[in-house]
Each structure stands twice: as C-alpha cells, then as structure tokens.
C-alpha cells in the first residue's frame, strides 16, 4: 500500500497490529505503535526498499520531509506579505507543514520504538546529531516565519514561585530537542503565549 494514496496523516494513522497484551495500551503507547508501523512502510516504499539496520540520520531526515505534505501548520516564505505574522489576515499560496513540536515529540517516540525493538542507542539513527540539527533549524525557521518566539517559554517558567529562584530555567528551551515525549506541542497550534502572566 501507498502511503501517497492515505490522504490523512500518517502521524495519527496506520496498523496498529494485534495488542501485545489484554490490557489496553495507553495513548502514548498507542501512538508510539503506529509511528513506529508508518516508518516501517516508508522503509519497504522507500526506492529502493531500505533495510531497518541501514538506516541513519539521513533517512530520518528524508522521512521527516516527506511528512512535510501532510501537515496543518502554515509556514510563510520569506517574500510573503505575512511572515512573520503569527495571526495573518487573509490566505496565501505558503505551504502547509509538520508543526515543529509534532515533529519533537515524533522523533522521542521513535527513538523509543527503535530501541524497544532490539536497536540500541549507538545505533539509534532518530538520537543522530544530524537530526538534532535538523529538528532546531525547523524550530527557528518556523518561529521566525510564523512570529512565534519559542523563547517566551522559557521566559514564562523562570518564575516559578515568589522569592524562589529556579536555577534550571535557563535549560527549558534545550530540552525539548532532546527527543522526549515531553515535547509535543511546545508552541505549536496554540499561538504564541500570553503577554502577562494570569497565574498571579
């Protein structure tokens, strides 16, 4: 089966296979499971077929650009009247991609699946520099494309009670790169934070 012929993402879909055990899986599991699958087919589709074991960084990369045309989130060009503006006017002809924190919290779950399925993490092509990389330059291109500073984040945790200062608020911002499941969603789809703090 194509995944070109699927016209939802492959992100929330694809075969789950038969439950391992009788006890229902929890979203995350759920998830992790139907990632893992998607990548797989994209492996047999890929020309040529590309074996688990030769996979790198790379790949990984090629993977996470071809799931560039299912996103939802979009992200303006340079040259349009709108970049920059997290909250545009009208529509342009910009295209739709993967939202960053989607692409995050992807790559922590398949770093997961990959080393659960007997992989281990020397080898392990979703931990690879090169995606790293790839995954922080798609974070500042969108931030910067979509006027959402993804700095404000760290910004809005430096103060966590009064006259207690958090030593580790100056890493907030890293450790979502960091592949954990943590980081879905970290400023994507929900604008960019609050000016003020309404928490008191």
């Known amino acids: 089966m194509d995944p ?25 599991e759920s998830q992790k499971r139907r990632d893992w699958n998607t990548f797989l087919q994209y492996l047999r589709n890929h020309k040529p077929p590309l074996a688990l074991a030769r996979c790198s960084g ?12 299912f996103g939802k989130t979009k992200v303006h060009a340079p040259g349009c009247a709108f970049y920059g503006h997290p909250s545009p006017p009208g529509p342009c002809a910009c295209p739709l991609r993967q939202a960053w924190g989607s692409l995050d919290a992807l790559i922590g779950r398949l770093r997961a699946a990959y080393e659960e399925s007997g992989g281990t993490p020397e080898t392990n092509p979703f931990a690879a520099r090169a995606v790293r990389i ?18 404000k984040k760290k ?13 580790a608020g100056e ?12 980081g879905s969603g970290a400023g994507e789809g929900s604008g960019p934070p609050p000016r003020g703090s309404s928490s008191s």
Do not use: M, W
Request: charged letters at 20%.
């Open 155 to 167: 910004r809005k945790r430096a103060p966590p009670a009064a006259g207690q200062p958090h030593p």
């Open 134 to 151: 790839y995954l922080r330059d798609v974070r500042e291109s969108q931030a910067k494309a979509r006027g959402i500073p993804y700095e």
């Open 171 to 182: 890493s907030s911002s890293s450790t979502a790169l960091s592949g954990g499941s943590c």
């Open 4 to 28: 070109n012929q699927n016209e939802s993402n492959p992100l929330t879909t694809g075969d789950a296979g038969p439950p391992r055990a009788a006890t229902t899986p929890s979203r995350y």
């Open 58 to 69: 790379a790949h990984v990369i090629e993977f996470l650009r071809y799931l560039d045309q």
